[in-house]
């Protein structure tokens, strides 16, 4: 039994980190209607410049500053917020799958200068030498990994609450009013560009968190985590889940990835011992119907966005209604 | 007792209560767990050959009193799901014994974050990267960690003595864009300077390019007299392909990824002549023989490809050390009796049924045995790093076929001279 709480503790610490990128990618998409095909190199970012900052020293490249892991954590979110608001200034004029195509490529570039530069951030090795944070108080055990969860727990709800305020607030409106029509928010005296490049910061440092977390709980992060697969499952998950509804996020991140982990033990324990080679490519088939099937039947996603109470909604145009002036 | 315990509990747990306590005391059964790419190309055969060597313990009456039951889970190459998969099989399976990961990558934050925190052994066939040794070194690997692919740092001076004894002066290097790769790239350099060849450019190769023209280019550059070629069979073809059509030379060195029968094929024969290839060597003894022989009947082919030779080894010294720390061992005991069947001192067994019931008789005597394998008499450091004897060799019309056979002492009176 023992064994069982110990791996759903892990696979919760697992699937809440993940749940923080897809609120983050939430925020981008489901709120704003920005394609960012690039969500690895906004994790990426946190989970590197967390492990450097925070680790100890490594002979060959960069890193080993040994910051107290709340500030070398902080350092990953600037790091991500500072990429983002780079590749924002650049490419955010661009719209939809244009937008996906350049953010894809700033994540495939971001992987490449990781593999290569070894000065940098070790190469292909990777960051290692990281000391979790009060890993020598709690113990490397069960006791820890619980720990773990209740930072990453912490976590994910201070995202939820605070990106629910957000998109409830004006700046909200005035997000979901971009995306579904940019001329018309213009028309109203409102600048998309300056609003766009803040949602894009913003969710980006979200991301940023989830991987600073990512690279704490593995205490180590290679160009392998980086790899495009992570942005293909991140969609997953929004999509899953329901673009536009930070609860779906959630949701579909469980979902998607309790499906992803279950498939491989139901197949690896059920499957015949023939079969068993098989089990890997039969998972990827399985995952890739679940997501058709999703898109086909449900494409709004399990939890669709739900817009705010008509009766508030009919007050606030009460009072910005011209006709309501007169 | 507890395996069970845990087994019956998961049935439970997963509303499959009929499988809980199907087990008698007699034909008990003990899983071990595996995480590897299956999923991917080269990584199938590393599992298949894994599980061959469970079934021939099996065979043998199984190990520690028990049947052996391989859990074997894909890692699909992304760190995220090889690490799940490593902690269910140790939470929900119980496991002891880990085999795998290949990418370092995957093995590594299986390490950090799953075999050492629950105190389980973990072998892998395949992982390259040096970071290993260095964590080792640290003591961060609580002595759990073993690897059967012997240091990058043999293969790099068996190619520099290629180099060397072929009279190449100069040598280019193309590498797999990876840990093992950049390693490779990094001591091959090293090594062919110290011997004096010239290394006219070192050029990294990126997985799955429809083309490596511009690759292939810069180190025709520098006009090399021989290529050295760190790569798997898939690139590695594409990259000879281009090579030979520009008309680079057919001078090459190629490092054991590349010992493949794939790679023979698509390249072609006649274009292989003046390949030498380098590999960590079978020992000059009946169990390689007696592994190629069964490897063969098996699966209808020789063990070429990257892996096959140190998964199976990884597997049967897992194995061994099953057997050698007795029933309910936990692993820190497991991986503790590592040194008893690697013991240069010990009886030689045989890579086999036969030598593993040997093995059993004289380890249950308390006796010590010298595991002689499919790369031969695997010993490790205390870094759980191995080094082996090694062969050079070259392609034939209908496999590879052994030009030169280097003693473990040879190889490293070769490596100190470079020093």
Known sequence: MIGLISYLVFFTTVASILAIAVMGLNLHWGFTGLFNGGVVASFGAGAYATLILGGTPQAGHLGGYGWPWPLALAGGLVAAGVLAWIVGVLTLRLRRDYLAIATFGVAVTFENVMRNAQGLAGGAQGVRGFERPLQDVIGTGLSYNVFFLAVTLAALILTYVVLERLVRSPFGRLLRAIREDEEAARALGKSPTRVRLTSFVFGSVVIGLAGGLYGTFYAFVSPQDVLPILTFQIWAMLIVGGAGNNRGAVAGTFLIWGAWTASGWALARFAPVEAQLYTGSVQFILIGLVIVGMLLWRPEGLFPERLAPASKTADDRGKLEPGSVT | ?419
């Not at chain 2, 950049?182 to 050029?203: F, K, N, P, S, Y």
């Open chain 2, 1 to 419: 007792m507890n395996l069970k315990h845990t087994t019956a509990g998961l049935a439970l747990a997963a509303g499959l209560s009929a499988l809980g306590g199907a087990a008698a005391a007699q034909d008990c059964t003990t899983k071990i767990g595996a995480v590897l790419p299956t999923s991917v190309d080269w990584g199938r055969p590393i599992a298949e050959t894994a599980q061959f060597a469970v079934d021939q313990v099996n065979a043998a009456g199984g190990a520690a009193g028990c049947q052996i039951e391989m859990v074997l889970r894909d890692t699909q190459v992304d760190p995220k799901v090889g690490v799940d998969a490593a902690k269910a099989l140790v939470d929900l399976e119980g496991v002891k014994v880990l085999l795998g990961a290949v990418s370092s990558g995957v093995s590594m934050p299986i390490l950090t974050s799953v075999t050492v925190p629950a105190g389980v052994m973990q072998m892998s066939c395949c992982s390259s990267s040096t970071a290993f040794t260095t964590l080792a070194e640290e003591g961060k690997d609580n002595d759990l960690w073993f690897r059967t692919f012997a240091t990058t740092g043999v293969q790099s001076a068996m190619g520099a003595k290629v180099a060397q004894d072929q009279g190449y002066g100069s040598v280019a290097v193309l590498y797999k864009n990876d840990d093992w790769g950049q390693d490779m790239a990094r001591l091959i350099a090293a090594d062919l300077e110290a011997v004096g060849v010239e290394v006219t450019g070192t050029v990294a190769i990126n997985d799955a390019q429809p083309s490596y023209r511009a690759e292939v280019t810069e180190a025709l550059g520098g006009n090399p007299d021989a290529l050295y070629l760190a790569l798997y069979p898939v690139e590695g073809t594409s990259v000879v392909r281009e090579w030979l059509s520009l008309g680079g030379t057919q001078n090459m060195i190629v490092a054991n990824a590349l010992k493949s029968d794939e790679f023979r094929e698509n390249v072609g024969m006649q274009y292989l002549g003046n390949v030498l290839g380098t590999d960590t060597a079978s020992p000059r003894s009946e169990s390689a023989d007696a592994f190629r022989a069964a490897y063969q009947e098996r699966f209808g082919s020789e063990p070429n490809g990257p892996g096959l030779a140190n998964s199976y080894d990884a597997t049967m010294i897992a194995l061994l050390a099953m057997e050698a720390a007795g029933p309910d061992a936990d692993g820190a005991a497991i991986a503790a009796a590592v040194p008893r069947v690697t013991d240069p001192e010990g009886t030689p067994v045989p890579a086999d049924t036969a030598g593993f019931e040997m093995a059993k008789g004289i380890l249950a005597e308390g006796g010590t045995v010298l595991y002689q394998g499919a790369t031969g008499n695997v010993r490790f450091d205390a870094n759980g790093d191995v080094s082996a004897p090694a062969v050079i060799w070259a392609f034939t019309e209908d496999g590879v076929d052994e030009r030169e056979y280097l003693s473990l002492d040879d190889v490293d009176a070769f490596i100190a001279g470079l020093k």
